[in-house]
């Protein structure tokens, strides 16, 4: 179990985790979350039914990683499907933003709850909580391969990060980025039937 996740009863996942692995997940969900930006939770006395229909933005971020994250719905080709996606953003990414702090916070949560102290740790989640993490760990990876300038279309792929000298500034997030998609990969296998 150390190092990658395996599948418990009724549909749950565990992974073994040391002190210094669950630093780097609890952090790195945290700047998930500063990333993602704060909800628009319904002022005292507002109707919450009202705050499920509050219109979102209509512009794509500028930050790279969160266009990364809440990409463009039909690509921005000409100005008709720039209007759709516009339109599509408005009424969906409030939903997106909520879903991706909820999966980030299930991360957080479940991390503190695991004993202190101790050099090393079991997690054990219930089926929702491994779909929060599977999409955190999804998030996590898209926002380090954005800042790493990792694409599909990069003729090594991920191959190349591999051979990236000890001295290569980027080498800590490329670590954390190859980590993060082994863990992702041995979550995916323990929710298949």
Do not use: C
Not at 29 to 52: F, R, S
């Amino acid at each position: 179990m150390a190092g990658h996740f395996e599948a418990t009863p009724r549909g749950g996942a565990a992974v073994a985790l040391d002190e210094v692995e669950i630093a780097i997940l609890r952090s790195l969900a945290v700047q998930l979350l500063e990333l993602i930006g704060p909800g628009d939770e319904p002022a005292d006395g507002e109707d919450p039914l009202a705050a499920l229909f509050a219109e979102g933005p209509s512009e794509p971020p500028t930050d790279p990683a969160l266009a990364r994250l809440f990409p463009e719905a039909y690509g921005d080709e000409d100005s008709e499907l720039r209007a759709a996606s516009a339109e599509f953003r408005r009424f969906t990414e409030n939903d997106l933003r909520a879903r991706k702090r909820d999966d980030a916070l299930t991360v957080v949560r479940t991390l503190d709850a695991l004993p202190s102290g101790e050099e090393s740790a079991v997690l054990t989640l219930s089926a929702d909580e491994s779909r929060n993490w599977l999409g955190a760990l999804n998030d996590l990876r898209l926002t380090i391969g954005t800042r790493l300038e990792v694409s599909d279309e990069d003729e090594g792929g991920e191959g190349s990060l591999y051979r990236l000298p000890d001295s290569d500034p980027r080498k800590p997030m490329v670590m954390a980025y190859l980590w993060l998609g082994a863990l992702q990969e041995t979550l995916v296998e323990t929710l298949m039937p």
